[in-house]
């Protein structure tokens, strides 16, 4: 049986017309999830590399991370509401209480906080409870380590003000992670002066958390992130040496 011209031309409109829009479903079926970063951390290399991980990982599942920069207590909280999707390193839920969130079961990295001071200045077990520490706010996790160490710490709301009160002699010792420790002096000869003090130390693991309308996420996102240290784990530098690679 002959098709009309004209019918066989609306037919074939007709099937670019649905293969078009097979084909714009197929492309937009990816998931995005909107993530809090921490907005103290954004210029520290290490952190970057955290949030090139996380983004790379959950790619290659079709997965979108968007990142939006927000200080660590409201980027919790606009999580646990849902306005956020999730946040990208954070310590175990069970210690700060958020009741919507679920988080990963093992953590995705390993971070090590050090005390720095000034060289030439002597700071060991015997004095360290007589000198003034400063603690950033987004530092969290650390507590029972504080009051182990019988350390005097004082909350200050960045790492810059934090070292910045160090290099002015207005404190003896500033808490922070060894990874961006390491990133600073490299960096900037305003760290040169800098080192860490012996024999404090402290490792807190640091979950992947979404809020629960996204908890079927959660087998995807252990998967990518095992699959990434495995097939891609060269790739993060920073991760071999300080992460727990």
Same mark, same amino acid.
């Given at each position: 049986?002959?098709?009309?011209g004209f019918l066989q031309s609306t037919l074939n409109i007709l099937a670019a017309v649905i293969l078009g829009?097979?084909?714009?479903? @197929?492309?937009?079926?990816?998931? %995005?999830?909107?993530?809090? $970063? ?16 996380i983004k790379n990982a959950l790619a290659r599942d079709n997965i979108e991370v968007i990142y939006t920069s927000l200080p660590i207590e409201r980027g919790s *909280?606009? $999580?646990? @509401?849902?306005? !956020? &999707? ?15 969130? +679920?988080?990963?079961? *093992?953590?995705?990295?390993? +971070? ?9 200045? +002597? ?10 520490? +400063?603690?950033?706010?987004? %530092? ?6 504080? $009051? ?25 010792? %500033?808490? !922070?992670?060894?990874?961006? *420790? ?12 800098? /080192? ?11 979950? *992947? ?5 996204? @908890? ?5 996102? /252990?998967? $990518? ?9 060269? &790739?993060?530098?920073?991760? /071999? =040496?300080?992460? =727990?690679?």
């Amino acid at each position: 049986m002959m098709i009309p011209g004209f019918l066989q031309s609306t037919l074939n409109i007709l099937a670019a017309v649905i293969l078009g829009l097979s084909l714009s479903v @197929k492309a937009d079926s990816r998931t %995005v999830l909107k993530i809090s $970063a921490s907005d103290t951390h954004l210029d520290s290399t290490p952190y970057k590399e955290i949030m090139r991980f996380i983004k790379n990982a959950l790619a290659r599942d079709n997965i979108e991370v968007i990142y939006t920069s927000l200080p660590i207590e409201r980027g919790s *909280f606009l $999580a646990d @509401k849902g306005d !956020m &999707d999730g946040e990208l390193a954070r310590i175990k839920l069970s210690s700060d209480g958020y009741s919507n969130l +679920v988080e990963t079961s *093992f953590p995705f990295i390993l +971070v090590r906080y050090i005390l720095v001071h000034r060289q030439n200045e +002597v700071i060991d077990k015997k004095n360290i409870s007589s000198l003034q520490g +400063v603690l950033p706010l987004n %530092v969290k996790g650390i507590e029972d380590f504080i $009051a182990q160490n019988k350390l005097r710490t004082i909350g200050v709301n960045t790492l810059d003000a934090a070292l910045d009160m160090l290099l002015h002699k207005r404190c003896d010792y %500033v808490i !922070m992670s060894d990874a961006v *420790f390491s990133d600073f002096k490299k960096t900037n000869k305003r760290f040169i002066s800098l /080192e860490q003090v012996k024999d404090f130390s402290v490792t807190v693991p640091l979950y *992947f958390r979404l809020n629960k309308k996204h @908890k079927n996420l959660i087998p995807i996102v /252990e998967a $990518a992130i095992k699959r990434e240290r495995s097939l891609h784990g060269s &790739d993060y530098p920073m991760f /071999e =040496g300080y992460y =727990g690679f």
